[in-house]
């Protein structure tokens, strides 16, 4: 067994009591276990701390603000070493610095921002649920390669030699100095925590001790040695990272098979470890991430191809394939770069896995993601080492540095054409006056408002984020990251502050459900006439009411995006290829590039929340589509038709990615057929230029909820032995047979 | 050359994943010789066109009753009656259907406007090793359709599988073998009684036409339906006579299952379905028993 029983009950409730209830929204809320007191303080007396050293640190520079309110965390934070863990714990996780940091500054910098340009559009965009701008501090990778090569004590050094080089030149200027200062206190302050570790592990005498104590011994002295040492390192930098420096590390490793491999296979040369003892090691790393249970769930991405073709699969990367499947657990979830190298054993295990519930697995292409990364100014080597930096999102390895995240709403323009550029929930003039929309004569006028109003929040957008964009290095000073990221180290320039490539990301919302919006303009106004601008406006002013049977027209539109209809899918990839064509190389306001993503993490939810009834027949307040997919339900003619829309846009625009979710039923991927039918539906998607993608094989819950809301799986098809039929055509008893055999399969 | 043959449609199914191997688009033709109790695809009986028409799904919208020159729908105190005695099987009320309540099977379509919607899938048979299956109903009742079709997917480099109860002339069959890679082909049972009673005609014809595509080396996988109380009596026999061919594949012994009540409501037909459904250890049992006899993969 990986891990025990008694140890993972352990493990699960080191973050939050596993019989209390949790709310992974609310993340970082929540204590597990019970830690010694003697080892340090409580959370509201480290609040209380650090509302007096907040006060007494008044006027110095925010990076050393910052910095000195991480050390006194890490300084005074309770810990644990325990007998059922490999891994260390810490007490305090709370994001205890947002409020005399990033919480505060962000507010002086808004009010800032609000002065030199004027106005407050950017408040206006984002109350009416239009434009969602953000500072991103979630979206970042720190060098893992210097973390495993260097090490704390390393990585500290180069700081050191770098300060004493700038100074000995005479070039040491005064905003190096403080970033030197500051990147040093927060390194010394974890090198001083796993001291303190180490020591309070001395004190302890049980069988993981000392293991556990070699590798924090180990992690003081130099540079990690063995795959415990860098697991244990990845965990330390992971937790003071992120919770104490409010810097999410979107990624374990450059690949956690890459990253891991030299210290896994000199373990094994020089018999430190046995190959089982690190699948227990990996088992209780991962372990760590399921029970923090971040909502955003933890990535990590494996596999991959080298510039000359080799694969960088390995013994490892199907190792860690091995322990995740027998833990059985969601998070983190695996990211799995796809090629034509990668081998199809390593695939077929995974397809696998998907096929036997697993739906934390992704395949990413690293054919589009190379097109896309070189298109925006990466070299060859850079595009194919990429790195996944967050859900789908790809980034130069150790050499970038997310600044802002930009949600963009698609179905706004619509709402705003239909009132002349105000939105109707709020009242707010926040769109374009691209005229009365009853007037509107052919289908190119309300074509080209849609196109205009867009362009308009884009503009927009791009003015208030630019400016925005030059307090990132005072709001939130990327100090754990940058001390890991050459350049910046080299440079003692914080990544915020240009040490390297700052991205802007641009995320679109909605596309399928635009594009199904506008295409039902096209039918029912101009193509079929069924109704008029002026009926629609009314339909849509009153959420539908009394005009259900032109909804009903509306849904079953026979344009709709993911069904292979050339119409739709013509109108999609030109709302696309607008959108890309806004930011596809242009720069901010660091130099750095502006990338679209066509991704909407909970922002198809939220976004439609505040949006009313749109032409496509959806109700107001209702979801969008996601990521690259159709609104949901309206694909509904099956998998090849949706993957022939998804891939009829040219993906690789998406400069930073997109995914399509597929489902499946199980009956048509059971067994070693299913298997080879799941890797053509991969293969295909992949060769037609696909980006991400992501399969969920129906269960039988799903067809539990396709049974209350049957309009959402109009395409459901249920054919067992080679029989078939449409779900929403069974009777509620033949429904239920089928469930129940799905429920047989699901064992 | 301008094909012109139609043939009545009664769905084009995408990514059929059980139909001759890998992902495969499969063409139901209307129209069968047999009439099998346990029937799935009821549509598939008749040869006329035919429309389903379930209630449970009609919205109200009254659109049917617009375009119906024929009255065949009315509606009355909100309630939607199809009076299918009037019904000429036009299908423009499937067209117009808002809550998509009414299907139509049966439209007619040729070679030509087949062709191309059959080969839009042709990156995911490429990749999965699938391609094409013409399936009923009855496909080979349209012998020359059906060979028209095949060749021109054959000139494609597309894979072609045809689905057949083998109830049919060996002409008929004659005319598809040079374009079809595979045939997937049912057996129901071995004694005549039995079969008549099952499917209404005699075995004879299905049986010879299975040892001629054998002995010309045509690949088949057989596929045996598993019906307890109707033809479970004929596995070892079935397992006996394929035990007598050489170039079986594969053999699928299919469950039996009831879902298709709702389709015989909806077409207004009576519901022949057998009530008992085959348990797994019926199924694990045939399938042994037919695994002893022949030297073939049995699932």
Redesign the interface.
Not at chain 2, 13 to 19: G, L, P, S, Y
Not at chain 2, 257 to 263: D, E, I
């Given at each position: 067994m990986i891990v025990s029983d008694k140890d993972r009950r352990v493990i699960e409730n080191k973050y939050h009591l596993t019989d209390k209830e949790h709310d992974p929204f609310n993340r970082f809320k929540y204590h597990g276990y019970g830690y010694d007191e003697s080892t340090g303080l409580d959370d509201d007396e480290i609040k209380a701390g650090l509302a007096a050293l907040s006060d007494s640190l008044k006027g110095e520079p925010h990076p050393i603000i910052k910095a000195k309110l991480f050390e006194y965390v890490l300084k005074n934070t309770r810990i644990d070493i325990n007998e059922h863990d490999y891994f260390v714990g810490i007490y305090t996780w709370d994001r205890v610095l947002e409020p005399h940091t990033v919480n505060k500054w962000i507010y002086e910098a808004a009010d800032k921002v609000a002065l030199v340009l004027g106005d407050r559009k950017r408040d206006d965009l984002s109350a009416t649920g239009y434009v969602w701008t953000s500072l991103d501090y979630h979206h970042n990778v720190p060098d893992w390669d210097s973390i495993a090569k260097l090490g704390l004590v390393g990585m500290l050094d180069r700081l050191d030699i770098a300060y004493r080089g700038f100074l000995e030149m005479g070039e040491l200027t005064e905003s190096r100095e403080i970033f030197y200062r500051a990147a040093r206190t927060e390194l010394c302050a974890v090198i001083s925590l796993v001291e303190r570790m180490y020591e309070y592990s001395l004190s302890k005498s049980f069988g993981k001790q000392p293991i556990i104590s070699e590798s924090l011994k180990n992690l003081v002295s130099g540079a990690p040695q063995t795959t415990l040492d860098m697991l244990q390192l990845m965990y330390v930098y992971f937790m003071t990272s992120e919770s104490t420096d409010l810097f999410q590390v979107r990624t374990l490793g450059y690949g956690l098979d890459g990253t891991l491999y030299p210290f896994f296979k000199n373990d094994i040369e020089s018999g430190r470890f046995t190959k089982d003892e690190i699948a227990s090691f990996i088992g209780y790393f991962m372990l760590q991430f399921s029970a923090i249970g971040n909502y955003w769930g933890q990535p990590l991405y494996l596999g991959g191809t080298n510039p000359d073709g080799t694969t960088r699969v390995n013994e490892l990367s199907r190792l860690i394939l091995d322990v995740y499947d027998e833990l059985g657990i969601y998070n983190p979830k695996i990211q799995i770069k796809y090629s034509k190298s990668t081998p199809r054993d390593f695939l077929d295990r995974a397809l696998k896995m998907i096929i036997g519930g697993t739906t934390s697995i992704v395949f990413c292409n690293e054919e589009t993601i190379i097109k896309a990364m070189m298109r925006g100014g990466a070299t060859y080597e850079e595009a194919c080492m990429a790195v996944v930096k967050g859900c789908y999102e790809y980034a130069v390895r150790g050499d970038s540095v997310a600044i802002s995240c930009n949600v963009f709403n698609a179905l706004k323009p619509v709402e705003l054409v239909f009132n002349n550029g105000t939105d109707p929930m709020t009242e707010i003039a926040v769109g374009l006056e691209t005229g009365e929309v009853t007037e509107f004569k052919e289908f190119k006028d309300f074509w080209h408002a849609y196109l205009a109003q867009l362009d308009y929040a884009v503009s927009e957008t791009l003015r208030s984020i630019t400016e925005f964009e030059k307090y990132a290095y005072e709001v939130n000073p990327s100090l754990m990251l940058s001390l890991t990221l050459p350049a910046c180290a080299n440079t003692l320039t914080d990544a915020y502050d240009c040490g390297v490539r700052n991205v802007s990301d641009m995320w679109f919302t909605g596309l399928g459900t635009a594009t199904d919006a506008v295409m039902a303009v096209y039918e029912l106004v101009y193509e079929t006439r069924v109704t008029t601008l002026d009926e629609l406006k009314k339909a849509l002013k009153c959420n539908w009411i009394g005009y259900e049977d032109l909804r009903a027209r509306a849904l079953s539109c026979k344009h709709k995006y993911g069904n292979g209809d050339r119409i739709a899918d013509l109108y999609a990839g030109e709302i696309h290829r607008f959108f890309a064509s806004r930011f596809n190389g242009a720069k901010n306001g660091h130099g750095g590039n502006i990338e679209y993503e066509l991704h909407s993490a909970r922002s198809f939810i939220d976004m439609g929340r505040q949006t009313g009834a749109t032409p496509d027949g959806r109700l107001a307040g209702e979801e969008f589509s996601k990521n690259a997919s159709p609104t949901m339900g309206m694909d509904k003619k099956g998998i090849t038709a949706l993957i022939r829309s998804a891939t009829s846009l040219d993906l690789s625009i998406a400069d930073s990615g997109t995914c399509l979710d597929c489902m499946l039923h199980p009956s048509s991927v059971q067994g070693e057929e299913g298997r080879e039918i799941l890797y053509g539906v991969l293969s295909t998607y992949m060769s037609l230029g696909g980006a991400s993608i992501h399969f969920n094989i129906f269960n039988a819950d799903t067809l539990r909820d396709a049974q209350r809301h049957p309009e959402k799986y109009q395409s459901l098809q249920v054919r067992v032995c080679g029989w078939n039929v449409l779900w929403n055509n069974m009777s509620r008893d033949e429904q239920d047979a089928y469930i129940k055999r799905a429920e047989a399969i699901a064992e | 050359m301008k094909y012109t043959n139609n043939a009545p449609i009664i769905d084009i199914?995408?990514?059929?994943?059980?139909?001759g191997?890998?992902?495969r688009t499969t063409v139901f033709l209307k129209g069968c010789p047999l009439n099998c109790v346990w029937c799935?695809?009821p549509e598939g009986i008749s040869r006329r066109p035919q429309i389903a028409y379930?209630q449970t799904?009609c919205?109200g919208?009254g659109e049917c009753v617009s375009i119906c020159d024929e009255g065949a729908h009315t509606v009355a105190d909100g309630r939607h009656i199809f009076n299918r005695g009037s019904c000429i099987g036009c299908g423009r009320c499937a067209d117009v259907c808002?809550?998509?309540a009414i299907t139509f099977y049966g439209r007619e379509m040729t070679v030509d406007e087949l062709l191309p919607l059959l080969l839009?899938?042709r990156?995911?048979y490429?990749?999965?090793?699938?391609g094409v299956t013409l399936s009923g109903g009855e496909c080979l009742i349209y012998p020359d359709f059906c060979a028209e079709l095949l060749e021109r997917l054959k000139a494609e480099g597309i894979h072609t599988a045809i689905d057949t109860c083998g109830c049919v002339s060996r002409d008929n069959i004659n005319k598809v073998i040079p374009y079809t890679d595979i045939f997937l082909y049912d057996v129901k049972a071995i004694d005549e009684d039995v079969h008549k009673k099952c499917t209404g005609v005699s075995n004879s014809i299905i049986l010879e036409n299975l040892r001629y595509l054998d002995s010309i080396l045509k690949p088949v996988e057989i596929?045996m339906p598993y019906v307890p109380g109707y033809n479970s009596n004929q596995i070892g026999k079935i397992g006996d006579f394929l035990s007598t061919l050489s170039n079986v594949q594969k053999i699928?012994v299919?469950?039996y299952?009831?879902?298709?009540?709702?389709?015989y409501a909806?077409l207004g037909m009576n519901n022949t379905l057998p009530e008992r459904l085959p348990d797994d250890s019926e199924l694990q049992q045939a399938r042994e028993t037919i695994a002893e006899c022949v030297n073939a993969t049995v699932?």
């Open positions: - | 199914k995408r990514f059929a994943v059980h139909d191997g890998g992902i799935h695809n379930y799904k919205i919208c808002l809550g998509g839009e899938d990156d995911f490429e990749n999965s090793g699938g596929r699928r299919l469950a299952h009831n879902y298709a009540g709702s389709k909806a699932i």
